[in-house]
């Protein structure tokens, strides 16, 4: 079974920085897909970002530019680095993992906040 635990996140000033880390086990890093996603108060849960080991990554257009997604094979782990953070940057963020013929398998969750 695949369990993914987000650590990292925090309260912040608008236009700091905070780095996410999802560490993956029960599954190899290069078996799957990874994203973030995030769900601020209200809204539907959105997506951020993915990445695979083999390279591929992209950005919903509201991060890109700010945020980067990273991996680290050797720790079975995929990072968020988030920079210039925006109120509108506030929500919890979750981290996935996607692997063909297994069902997705999310983490419980980080909160962030930017805020003065």
């Known amino acids: 079974q695949v369990q993914l635990v987000e650590s990292g996140g925090g309260l912040v000033q608008p236009g700091g920085s905070l780095r996410l880390s999802c560490a993956v086990s029960g599954s190899k890093l290069s078996l799957n897909i990874m994203a973030w996603y995030r769900q601020a108060p209200g809204k539907q849960r959105e997506w951020v970002a993915t990445?695979?080991?083999?390279?591929?990554?992209n950005y919903a257009d509201s991060v890109k530019g700010r945020f980067s997604i990273s991996g680290d094979s050797a720790k079975n782990t995929v990072y968020l680095q988030m920079n210039s953070l925006k109120p509108d940057d506030t929500a919890v963020y979750y981290c996935?993992?996607?692997?063909?013929?297994?069902?997705?398998?999310w983490g419980q969750g980080t909160q962030v906040t930017v805020s003065s």
């Open positions: 996935k993992g996607s692997r063909p013929g297994f069902a997705d398998s």
């Open positions: 990445y695979t080991t083999g390279g591929f990554t």
